[in-house]
């Protein structure tokens, strides 16, 4: 099993940044595939970016140009940082895993998932 723990959410006026995290654990050695999802109140879980193992990557267009997704495989950490927040990004951020190595944009591709971190941005 593979064990995904997001760090770094917060509140944060508009216009500020936050990093978030999320380090895998347990049996990670074929862990390839690594991405960011949000859900907002009401609102179906939706795609934010994703990164394979060769550190390609896809951004929703809705953050492309502010949000930026990287990793660590040293680690298997990846990170999410948020620039020019607004607060409409407001939400529970998840990450999530796969072995696939490909650039995965939709939940039903990910196999493991953190918790989810809380991040809210006031206006």
């Known amino acids: 099993q593979v064990q995904l723990a997001e760090s770094g959410g917060g509140l944060v006026q508009a216009g500020g940044s936050l990093r978030l995290s999320c380090a895998a654990s347990?049996?990670?050695?074929?862990?390839?595939?690594l991405g960011w999802f949000r859900q907002a109140p009401g609102k179906e879980r939706e795609f934010v970016a994703a990164i394979g193992w060769s550190g390609n990557t896809k951004s929703a267009d809705s953050v492309k140009g502010r949000f930026t997704i990287s990793r660590d495989n040293s680690k298997i950490t990846v990170y999410l940082q948020m620039n020019s927040l607004k607060p409409e990004d407001t939400a529970v951020y998840y990450c999530?895993?796969?072995?696939?190595?490909?650039?995965?944009?939709?939940?039903?591709?990910?196999?493991?998932w953190g918790q989810g971190t809380q991040v809210t941005v006031s206006s």
């Open positions: 999530a895993a796969d072995r696939s190595g490909m650039l995965l944009t939709t939940t039903t591709e990910y196999r493991y």
């Open positions: 347990g049996r990670t050695w074929n862990i390839y595939s």
